[in-house]
């Protein structure tokens, strides 16, 4: 299927609620979702457009609704634009169990955010400065995933004691559609359904997202023809940075260094991409794949608290689910010579920014910062399958912490994100300040993203909503180690620099 875009630009009045979900509906019915997963967008999206209209303008103003919609084979996005205030979502009462679905359903105007969340797969809101702000809902096709394609005898799970295969040649090559069926079961065999990453479960998924360009993917195929390996690049939008991830190999087949092989194929196809630097994410419940990123000489740049769910199994690895959220190092590649970076540092921060970049290899100048003027711009987004929020300012304004105070607010009480990650732009003179004010807020230092921002390079700041021992993580290497007690004490000192 072909992707189908559609855009309406419509009167803000009741009369068009009918109008709006006869429109969705009609849309719906071209994917394949099933009638409670098209009931639960239609919802989603009389919602919205409720809440819009009573928040948003006052009674004498009259204004217009956009929505944009994008069917592709993986998913139905609907976005709704508006030029009115933004809605806060102070006002809205305690979030409600998720909706019964499994019969006739109506929308309850005023829960806001909290209901619309329980209804979709992913949400964001993106406040486009003067261009008002937008709500994007996204639903994914459920198309059957690999168990229900295969049968018992074909995902038996990985044993604890798998008899190492035979010494063979290996190939590393781009996945093709025919591969993508073998990559689901083989990460179903490696991890059940503790996998966070739904896509790699559907195989429509995976092949679509790679024609996409959202994913690039890699195989390793044995002499015998099967997968035993994967890998991928992860680009949702175009970028210079794309994120290493998505790896699973064949326990039978591991101590071959598959997975180096696979990242290094990764990074000649991502230069032939455009991506000029890669992000990895090595988890901190075993040292493994941090051993992978040094050796491919990936330099560590932060730690991320509370990124993955605790309930992924790494067999072979760690064979119990972890007693907390997986955490994650943060390491960063150059596939290009880096030019000299020019940030405003905010003043505590300025030697642990020169230690990373020191370590990364690249030149740095230090900025004199100025208050933030004029009007701001950022992006909310909050991924149910691994309850986190992220908060991505792409230009800094006057009322730019206001709304990051809004977004944190919003995304604990009403998504109930476990983890909150901020990026703030390093080469705007407003940085130091929406840091001061946001570790106010409770956030605290991550890391340092090479690349992250529009032009330049980005601090990642994080808030937890959940609790995490930093003394149960597993870190290899003094470097990492140091960033490591650098954000323990970072966290510490949040208690004291609260200003609510």
Known sequence: MAKISSELKLPLTPRILPFVRAHVRELAALSKLPPDRVEALLSSVVEACTNIMKYAFHPEQADTLIIKSELTPSALTVSLIDEGIPFDQSFSPPCPPPPDLTGPFESTPGLGLCLIRNLVDEMQWINHGKAGKELRLVLYDVQSDIVGQSSEEQLPPFGEDETPAPEQHYLIRRLQSGDAARV???????????????????????????QAGKLISVVAESEAGDIVGHCALKRPAPSPVAEVGQAVVNPAHRGRNLLERMHLFLEQEGLREGVKGLAIFPVTSHTSSQKVAEHLHARACGL???????????????????????????YFKYLKPPEMSRIYPPDHHRDILRKIYRHLGVPVEFMEPALPAGSGCLEVQFHAALGIGEILVQRIGVETSVEVRRARKDLVKLAAAASIYLLIPLNQPGAPELCRQAEGEGFFFSALCPGFA???????????????????????????????????????????????
């Open 184 to 210: 689901s079961r083989l990460v179903f065999r490696a991890y059940g359904y503790t996998y966070p990453i739904e896509d790699l479960y559907y195989p429509e998924r995976i092949i679509s997202l790679n």
């Open 304 to 330: 991320v608290l509370g990124l993955l769910p605790s309930g992924v199994v790494f067999r072979r690895l760690v064979e119990r689910p972890l007693s907390q959220r997986e955490s994650c190092l943060f």
């Open 454 to 500: 529009k032009d330049g390079d980005a601090l990642r700041l994080q808030f937890l909503n959940t609790p995490i021992d930093l003394s149960l993580l597993q870190v290899s290497g003094s470097f990492p180690r140091e960033i490591h007690q650098y954000v323990m004490e970072e966290r510490e000192g949040v208690g004291s620099r609260k200003e609510f």
